[in-house]
């Protein structure tokens, strides 16, 4: 046992060493010792890396650009014009039976090639309130099974003692606006189909789901459903449940698939039944075509060339500077105990 405890006492063994120790196992990854590329920034390098991002984010910067201005957009805004002169409370009209047709025209100033994108725009209008958001059930939009998974869709969930389908504020508020196109004597057929994201017709919205006691309520929302249709093909439904992150937005309403030409009148018949005037929203049509980069938003495009502008004025300063008051590098005149040799 003695000669047991010695060589125990002894014992050079690096295992029962490292079982006496907090010290981790060695490697290269923990100790950070793996090989790295670390790179002298030297003014060459600086210079031309600043160089190499404005090379190429101008281009970039202005093709984004030109694309944006090719797109040819119609807005129209619609909420004001379409009240009648003599109504004082906007509330009570368009909350009442009365007809609310309304009748505009657009003016085609340029060029369209189909297919054209018909939006509605709504200002002010909240999508992303938290209580708003949370009003639905995907499990009741996906499975006929679980039509009665309302207790999310709060104070959208029954009506008369029944489950809505589909329940909750998001569905109930559907827009209900309509437009009719006339060129001439001639109608414009908007086609609906499409519009909506295939991944949510699909997944989201069940087949064999189908609208029941939708919109019977005490309180009317916004647009009734067909209940012969199943959710999956009702696609402004779909377009709608989809909300917006932002206060102002588009949806797509339909697209127009024969070219409008320039000096083209469009006559719009449009029901204004959507209650804005509550909350003092704001409604516009928008008709517009698109480019290689989609609808018309020149921010991108001011984005990549504000970039590649600053780097284009950097490297042309540091390019001065480098010229001007060269310095050489690794210079140990600059080090701060050389630059005070009193070491203060």
Known sequence: MASSSAAGA???????ARRNTKRPKYSKFTQQELPACKPILTPRA????????????????????????????????????CIPSNVTDRVAYIQSSADKTCRISLDVTKHMKSPIYVYYQLDNFYQNHRRYVKSRSDEQLRDRSEEGSTSACKPEDTANGKPIVPCGLIAWSLFNDTYS???????????KKG??????????FGKDVFPKN???????????????????????????????????????YGK?????????TINVTLQNNYNTYSF????????????????????????????????????????????????QLGDPSYLSWNRNPGGH
């Open 214 to 252: 939708f919109q019977n309520s005490s309180i009317r929302g916004g647009a009734s459903l067909n209940e012969s249709i199943p959710l999956s093909e009702q696609e402004d439904l779909i377009v709608w449940m989809r909300t917006a992150a932002l206060p102002t937005f588009r949806k797509l």
């Open 181 to 191: 196109f006339f060129r001439g004597n001639k109608n414009l057929t908007v086609n």
């Open 10 to 16: 002894g014992s050079t063994d690096p295992t029962a």
């Open 46 to 81: 600086v210079i031309s890396a600043f160089l190499l991002v404005s090379v190429v984010f101008v281009p970039i910067g202005v093709a984004a650009l030109i694309a944006s201005r090719k797109v040819v957009e119609i807005v129209y805004r619609y909420e004001s014009k």
């Open 256 to 264: 127009i698939e024969v070219d409008l030409n320039e000096g083209d």
């Open 195 to 204: 519009i909506s994201w295939k991944s949510d017709r699909e997944h989201k």
């Open 280 to 327: 003092s929203g704001r409604k516009k049509l928008v008709l517009s075509t698109t480019s290689w980069l989609g609808g018309k938003n020149d921010f991108l495009g001011i984005a990549y060339l504000t970039v590649g502008g600053l780097c284009f004025f950097l490297a042309l300063a540091f390019t001065i500077v480098y010229f001007v008051k060269p310095r």
